[in-house]
């Protein structure tokens, strides 16, 4: 069955063209614009191309020229179709055939068998004078058209530019007006919990604890908005000083006992013997790894298990966090390290966060001289945990220095 590309932004038309091909035998791809038919002739390889003129995208002429730049449509005819198109331009820039439109539905089946046969058409008059002069016309229409694209692009560019610093103010601005009334509302609630300003009946305490719990909630995500903001600057500070990378994981792991408590998630834990002594910011270090027993709590099924392996090198600490959840899709085991990437970003999503919390360990891992990425499944304690494996890696020396992403310090 041949095999036709119809290139044409006319939804009308493309519905007349494929039902007068179909009934006669004839397998139609189409595309709605010029770059998706350049896209689809070039993967598709069809045995012949039909196209509108005035399209939008590159336009019928452009598309033309671009297929007979490639080679592997050589001898592959094309069509133009066109209301308003010049007939002498279009076999100039290299088409085979011209139907006017509308087209004759009665012997357009016929006339796109004769071109599949073999069938060209040349106009004889045209000399290379002629033919030279229409290719320089055209060209100098793609060069204006491709002025006027770049023009476009570059106040869409100088439009996101601006976006993306009102973004940066907005996350600075945000940050900066909901920490200011949370860090009374802190101090009261500590002072309540520890009865400084009356006893308390045991409900009283229980409403407290929940409102603790969602106190400490929306600090989290306020700290998290302060780092996506240094990220976003290259402003993230980083306070260098003598700690214990052994330490610091069994202090993260501890903070999250009552969350896998919660949810039956046994811990599996294979450490060297301690001290692990190293140099750089073990506060950053511990909201890392908090980071990523949040996201393994959250992924992991009610009883599941969660690992954690600590694997020392000549300069590094590697810190190994597995879990017995779903993993991540090979396809994105890069995107979720992009600040707000989530695999369900939809406000009835299962689990919490606001998408930010992989990217500031990333780049929290890269400031301590090291990296943050995820492979499926890892080996803790002779347990094979299926799941989401995360090593996190940091120098023994982190550098007082430090470089992230796009020149990030």
């Not at 392996?309 to 991540?328: H, K």
């Given at each position: ?6 290139i044409?932004?006319?939804p ?6 494929r039902k ?11 595309a ?19 196209v ?6 590159l ?7 671009r ?5 592997g ?9 066109t209301?308003?198109?010049e ?5 100039a820039v ?7 439109k509308?087209?004759?539905?009665r ?22 004078d002629?033919?030279?002069e229409?290719?320089r016309?055209q060209?100098?229409r793609?060069?204006a ?16 530019r601006d976006?993306?610093?009102?973004r940066?103010e907005f ?11 949370m860090t009374?509302?802190?101090?009261y609630?500590?002072?309540m919990?520890?009865?400084e ?7 009283q305490k229980k409403?407290?604890?929940a409102?603790?719990?969602c ?5 989290g ?10 990220l ?15 330490d ?8 999250h ?10 811990v ?6 301690g ?23 959250k ?7 969660v690992?954690?392996?600590?694997w020392?090198?000549e ?20 995107r979720?390290?992009e ?11 299962a ?13 929290v ?12 499944g ?16 940091v120098?023994?020396r982190?550098?007082t220095?430090?470089?992230?992403d796009?020149g990030?310090?």
């Amino acid at each position: 069955m041949p095999r036709v590309l119809h290139i044409e932004d006319d939804p009308r038309n493309r519905l007349l063209v494929r039902k007068l091909l179909v009934a006669d035998g004839v397998d139609v791809i189409e595309a709605a614009d010029g770059l998706e038919g350049v896209r689809l002739a070039l993967s598709q390889r069809p045995d012949l191309v039909l196209v509108d003129l005035n399209i939008p995208g590159l336009d019928g002429y452009e598309v033309t020229l671009r297929l007979r730049a490639d080679g592997g449509l050589k001898g592959v005819p094309i069509v133009a179709i066109t209301a308003e198109g010049e007939r002498e331009t279009s076999f100039a820039v290299g088409c085979d055939g011209f139907l006017q439109k509308p087209i004759d539905a009665r012997n357009f089946a016929r006339q796109v068998r004769a071109y599949l046969a073999g069938h060209r058409e040349r106009l004889d008059s045209m000399n290379a004078d002629a033919t030279g002069e229409r290719l320089r016309v055209q060209s100098g229409r793609i060069v204006a058209h491709l002025e006027t694209k770049v023009a476009e692009l570059s106040a869409a560019n100088e439009r996101l530019r601006d976006l993306d610093r009102v973004r940066t103010e907005f996350y600075r601005n945000i940050s900066h007006e909901l920490a200011t009334p949370m860090t009374p509302i802190v101090g009261y609630l500590r002072m309540m919990q520890d009865e400084e300003l009356g006893d308390l009946t045991n409900p009283q305490k229980k409403a407290l604890r929940a409102m603790d719990d969602c106190v400490r909630r929306l600090r989290g995500i306020l700290d998290n908005l302060v780092d996506v903001t240094g990220l976003e600057t290259g402003k993230m500070r980083f306070f260098h000083r003598e700690y214990d990378f052994l330490d610091t994981v069994r202090r993260a792991v501890a903070h999250h006992a009552d969350a896998f408590a919660e949810h039956h998630i046994t811990v599996l834990e294979e450490y060297p013997r301690g001290p692990l002594p190293a140099y750089g910011d073990s506060d950053r270090l511990l909201r890392a790894i908090l980071q990523l027993l949040d996201n393994a709590a959250k992924f992991t099924p009610q009883g599941g298990s969660v690992g954690l392996g600590i694997w020392e090198t000549e300069a590094t600490y590697e810190l190994v966090v597995a879990d017995s959840g779903p993993g991540v899709p090979k396809e994105r085991t890069e995107r979720i390290f992009e600040p707000f990437v989530q695999g369900d970003g939809s406000a009835t999503r299962a689990h919490g966060g606001v998408g930010v919390g992989l990217a500031i360990a990333r780049r929290v891992a890269r400031g301590l001289g090291g990296d943050l990425h995820v492979e499926h499944g890892a080996k803790i304690e002779g347990t094979l945990l299926p799941g989401a494996a995360f090593t996190l890696s940091v120098a023994k020396r982190a550098p007082t220095t430090v470089v992230l992403d796009q020149g990030h310090a």
